[in-house]
């Protein structure tokens, strides 16, 4: 059996899973602390475990995205550039905010080296350059450092030598490599690593007070992490690598919300208290954002879910002229008016309408029904419209309903060719984390003139099972999960960027 | 009359050059950062006009070139454009008094201001086309017979390559190989031109114009009101683009890509927003091509088709185009001198291969009308 658990802003969710089936689900309050938020989920589910054996906890968490959003518990952190004569036009952080680059410090150093698209060198790489920006880093007492270089996605080499020799001046050094986490884009590379570089300090405390919890309620289990793409990763590499679970959240909303259907491609809308998060399932997985992300105000290039966030949820305002995109949010339970409160929302409309029981309905029965019939109106046109944004393709696609604020809809949607609302809705994130699999990535320029297309190609998917295969998956579950081709425009010799990434199930331990 | 341009107007600059690219010319938010950096110590850049440029006085047209995938990624080092100047003069042996935009759509209306803040050049509010397009030779300076050459084109390292050569296409292809031989991102100066040469081929005024689309578009999102309205009243006010149509509405139905000499080619088919009814196909070569509404023409090149967001009108270049965006399909007129015989010889219909006559878009709109 597996225990999957997402950590929420307000809610730590936890459920005990047996192959697909939930045996058993809880839901608490998250603790600053976060570790007892999880204990008390943990001790909430032992009794359902019922002498039966837990191979493996999945946890997923917004933590380091809100680290992030807010500037807490950041630590400075020494940036340094390899691909001088290149790249000195537009020096590390130039686009952050001030008061999160404030955060980073002012250790930015630009050396010489990097590659070409073709992998050619642009540089020699300065090994002197970086041994002294090594002893800088030991003078100012820093104790983590991002390193990116020119096309590092082609050849990670010289981040890898740069890191060996900043590591022999400061041997406990926590260094971030941008090949290790993004992909084609300097500037948006580089500031996931520096993102990346300045909480791993945090996460290593994180992971810690994962592993007290764990051993505290008695359980001796591997346990992982679900990242950005619905994949898992293990407790060191989250220790090492944060940013990538800033997305996990919504990702294991979308992929729970898939399994507990069934569907493997679908639609899925998670209604809140707020808003509504509206993601297409392809092939079982979250269809990712092709476009820069924004995090806190710096843009990144993450492994992303393609969300489309709607301000329209059950604490949503009602007034003449439509509902949301304020909500009385956490403020539900006072301000509304099946609450005794003065606000009417969009719950009141619903419960007004006698589509669910929530709070006293006596309270809404004055409301005008040409009222509630315009409210409901709006909220179905208002999704439906939504749906129909995200979609990938004309054909009919079944919509799956999971959150709090699922309630809200009670007619068919044009954009769906069915709406499903599963059991266990309230925590397909919780599930979603369980179920998750591991996961190998490729994201390089090739040249299709010299090989030919299906030789770059197996080069890739070869490259991306083996990735997957290293970070833990059953080597003949693997599969490749997406191959996507971007001429790059102007060069000769056919240059083609290529993404490719391949899952598999997670290996028993 | 000349102006001054200012640190608050990039985003603009940016904006308006995105719309002019026509679906090409480079995504301008690199060129916006560089720009940015070049302005940290300089408040302003003078702006003059065309006929402000004395007759023998010398104009250094310049721009970037090479792939906007390879330049996310490989940034400029920063001194590549005035040293392409500096070789430049010296081969001429002959100062510049200005610079200017070869292109004013997309990336490279934005790099020649970093250049003039760099050297304390103005800049000549003009260029040489109204638009972006792909090659060397397409611009107005060919049509008539002001020569590329010398063209200095120079990499990161400092490394100068010059070309001369009588005939533009010649350039074009000797200018292509160095690109690539320098790693897919180089500064291009060519183009030397005198004020009186600039008085017959200049497209004039477009650096203002493009500042202007991204204000009237930002004004009017500031206020709250459609930005559509805006935009369309500020392209009919404008000397060459006021024959300017929403030509479609509606939501990206297939996107086909392909890689063929060297150029992002492709189609896009966008099926119309509900109640109205009917398809648009876009043929692109980096920039776009053509649009056809239900097979019919509506738009061709050189005037301009640019697929926009239809919430917020933002420019979305042909490699940011994808499957369910929901666009509009805005259509303009070039300028009259780039609709001429010689012309359309040069960067009409046929140079991208397409077999349909030019027809101005206003024409087009017309016959479409009375159907």
Redesign the interface.
Known sequence: MKIGIDVGGTNTDAVLVDGTNIVAGIKVATTSDVGSGIKAALAGLLPALAGGRVSAIVIGTTHFTNALVQGVGLAPVAVLRIGAPSTLALPPLCDWPPRLADCIGDFRRIVGGGNDFDGRRIAPLDERAIAEAGRAIRARGLSSAAVSSVFSVVSPVDEQRAAEILRQEVPDLKVTLSSTIGRVGLLERENAAVMNASLVALSAQVVDSFKTAIAEIGLSVPFYVSQNDGTIMSADSVARFPVLTFASGPTNSMRGAALLSGLTDAIVVDIGGTTSDIGVIANGYPRESAVAVNIGGVRTNFRMPDLLSLGLGGGSRVRDQGIGPDSVGHHLTRDALVFGGATLTATDIVVAAGLATIGDPSLVRHLDPARIERGLDWIHATLDEAIDRVKTNAAPVPVVLVGGGAVLVSRPLRSASEIIVPDNAGVANAFGAALAQVGGEVDQVMLYGAHGRDDAIRQATGLARQRAADAGAVADTIEISEIEELPLAYLPGGAVRVRVKAVGELAEA | MSSFFTRDQIADLAWGAAFLGAGGGGDPY?GS??LR?AMLSVDQIRMISVDEVPEDALVIPNGMM?????L???????NEAATSLRRLEGVLGKTAYAVMPAEIGGLNALMPLALAAQLGLPVVDADGMGRAF?ELQMSTFHVHDQRVAPAAITD???STVVIHADSDYEVERLA?AT??AM??TCYLCCLPVSGAQLRISAVRGTLSAAIGIGRAVREARSRQVDPFAALIGYLRASPYYSSSYVLFDGKI?DLD???S????RGAVRI?AQPPQQGNMEILFQ?ENLVARHDGVVRAIVPDLITVVDRETAAPITT??L???Q?VKVIGCSAAAVMRSAKALSIFGPRAFGLTDPFTPIEELDQQWASR
């Open positions: 690199i950062l560089l950096q090479g792939a906007p995938t390879v996310i990624e490989k940034l400029p080092n920063g792909p990161e390292n400092g292509r690109v690539v790693g897919a139905v890509r392909q890689t000499g060297g150029f992002a099926a980096n490699e940011s994808r499957y369910g929901r």
